[in-house]
């Protein structure tokens, strides 16, 4: 069964730094979103991508991050100078974009990102 | 309360038995998702459920959804050890494109005793 893959699982940054979190959403989906939790919290969206452009982001999605495809096939989240409170977990999802269920979203185990 | 809201928090039962989770939201919405998350783990889609729908069913799981009460109801029949996990709703309720958002709760964290 086809599923939404990311990695790395895990990483470590210093506070300040850049980071790519990449993800390679399901094949003939259409649209690819990004959210995060922080641990013990609710998982929030911050933003979705389709047709190589941002369709919709949250208040979290500020300049610092940016989202991109650089290929057929990849997807990811940079975030250009990272903070203490960026420590999340980063969640890729992606959905086929038509039909009944057109915003099924499927989500990937997820990028654990420690700032340190 | 808060848009996409669970309750109860825990929910702590046998095996064998069943489990009802709800979940309450506060704007009109497109459809509602339920998943699964185990400890520290990814997201697993369980099913999602339309505007237009009042109930669905998948093998051992029953959704209901009541847009009146903008309620929906989480059952799990014949509980397993394996369905010890956190269950979140999510809600749509964006403007319906394809690009929408979900709005997560903060789980109903479900534990089956053996």
């Known amino acids: 069964e086809p599923e939404v893959t990311q990695t790395p699982s895990h990483q470590v940054t210093q506070m300040g730094q850049e980071v790519i979190l990449r993800c390679v959403p399901i094949?003939?989906?259409?649209?690819f979103y990004w959210y995060r939790q922080i641990l013990g919290q609710k998982v929030e969206f911050l933003v979705s991508?389709?047709?190589?452009?941002?369709?919709?982001k949250s208040e979290i999605f500020d300049d610092q991050f940016s989202v991109e495809r650089p290929d057929g096939s990849n997807f990811t989240l940079k975030i250009r100078s990272t903070k203490l409170e960026d420590s999340a977990m980063y969640f890729c999802?992606?959905?086929?974009?038509?039909?009944?269920?057109?915003?099924?979203?499927?989500f990937g185990p997820g990028t654990r990102l420690t700032v340190l | 309360s808060q848009q996409g809201e669970e309750d109860p928090q825990a929910l702590s039962i046998q095996e064998g038995e069943n489990a009802t989770m709800n979940c309450s939201y506060k704007?009109?919405?497109?459809?509602l998702q339920w998943y699964r998350q185990n400890s520290g783990r990814g997201l697993v889609h369980l099913i999602l459920?339309?505007?237009?729908?009042r109930e669905k069913h998948s093998g051992r799981l029953r959704v209901t959804l009541d847009t009146s009460k903008k309620s929906s109801s989480l059952l799990i029949t014949a509980s397993r050890a394996a369905d010890t996990a956190s269950y979140f709703c999510?809600?749509?309720?964006?403007?319906?494109?394809?690009?929408?958002?979900?709005?997560f709760g903060k789980g109903t964290h479900l534990i089956i005793q053996p």
């Open positions: 991508f389709y047709n190589n452009e941002i369709s919709e």
């Open positions: 094949s003939n989906h259409l649209y």
């Open positions: 459920i339309r505007s237009n729908e």
């Open positions: 704007t009109s919405i497109n459809n």
């Open positions: 999510a809600t749509d309720a964006g403007p319906g494109g394809g690009a929408d958002g979900l709005t």
């Open positions: 999802a992606s959905s086929v974009g038509y039909g009944l269920s057109y915003n099924e979203q499927f």
